[in-house]
């Protein structure tokens, strides 16, 4: 409690005296956040906030000639590329679902019944995490490449298989374009299973084979449920990562064949550096980021604890 000068009153109930008191308290902390904070505002909200003022806009390069309303919305949404693009988001959607989604899951559950080499083996699943994303890319390039003589392809040769056109075949592009972003990032989400894993107490399996469950009950019973907050999580992020695909079908197909890699944000980047068309490039980059808010919403009403869901 702070002391006043003999004959002096202090108001601590004025809007005056709680900002300095906030001040006090918490000036370190903003001065610690404002580096970050001026980087994030010059390389995130600037171009943000400029990108949504020339969508609405006429444009020569990235200079704004004048008002244009939702013009250039229409057009992207009139054309039939856009409509591509946002089936093939949601094809991939389904693919990472398919293969990204469940793997970590799988890995998890299996990594957790290791006894030996337990260290060595989780290096083994992580490292593709940590190597670069390019490099992985243009890495499956090559082994999904449809030429006769690439890697694959020898295989299935030997193996006594026809050829593949693999990257050259339309049905097979979009889920092959997972199985990289897979091998890259499910060593990282298996690492999180497994930590939810750990954290289960080994009373309530021991409980369980007491009562006679077997291995399918046990994990129905009991593991799931305990995984239940972590599965909800890191769905939601893979769901806002998966609209977010650009340099892998960039790298592997350049959005082909025929567009049927293309995605949201790769059209967006072929609308200005293919057409110079700036602001059917910045429209596609708001409705994309729409989306992601709006999952990003979905995200954090999900993720909020039960005791602030009480308060509200």
Do not use: C
């Amino acid at each position: 409690m702070e002391k006043s000068l003999p004959g002096k009153i202090i108001d601590r109930t004025g809007h005056s005296y709680k900002i300095k008191r906030y001040l006090r308290k918490n000036l370190g902390g903003w001065l610690i956040m404002l580096p970050g904070l001026v980087l994030f505002t010059f390389f995130v909200w600037k171009p943000l906030f400029h990108n949504i003022i020339m969508s609405f806009s006429h444009t020569t390069g990235l200079k704004i000639n004048g008002f244009a309303g939702f013009t250039y919305y229409r057009e992207v949404f009139n054309d039939p590329m856009f409509l591509d693009a946002l089936l093939n988001t949601f094809k991939y959607l389904f693919w990472s679902i398919i293969i990204g989604f469940f793997i970590p899951i799988i890995l998890g559950l299996l990594l957790s019944e290791v006894v030996h080499f337990r260290g060595l083996i989780r290096l083994g699943i992580y490292f593709p995490s940590i190597v670069s994303g390019i490099a992985v890319v243009i890495m499956w390039s090559y082994l999904f490449d449809p030429n006769p003589g690439a890697v694959l392809n020898q295989v299935l040769k030997h193996l006594g298989f026809n050829y593949s056109q693999f990257l050259s075949n339309p049905k097979l592009t979009i889920p092959l374009i997972v199985v990289t972003m897979t091998w890259r990032g499910a060593g990282a989400t298996t690492l999180i299973y497994l930590s939810s894993l750990q954290n289960i107490s080994t009373s309530q399996y021991e409980a369980a084979r007491i009562d006679g469950a077997n291995w399918f009950n046990r994990l129905r019973y009991v593991t799931l449920p305990h995984l239940k907050p972590t599965i909800r999580m890191l769905f939601i992020l893979q769901v806002i990562s998966v609209f977010q695909v650009f340099y892998e079908p960039l790298v592997m197909t350049d959005g082909g064949p025929n567009g049927a890699s293309m995605s949201l944000l790769l059209l967006s980047y072929k609308y200005y550096f293919d057409s110079m068309e700036a602001s059917k490039s910045a429209a596609v980059a708001v409705f994309l980021a729409l989306i992601i808010i709006v999952l990003t919403l979905i995200y954090l009403r999900i993720s909020r604890p039960k005791s602030e869901e009480k308060n509200v």
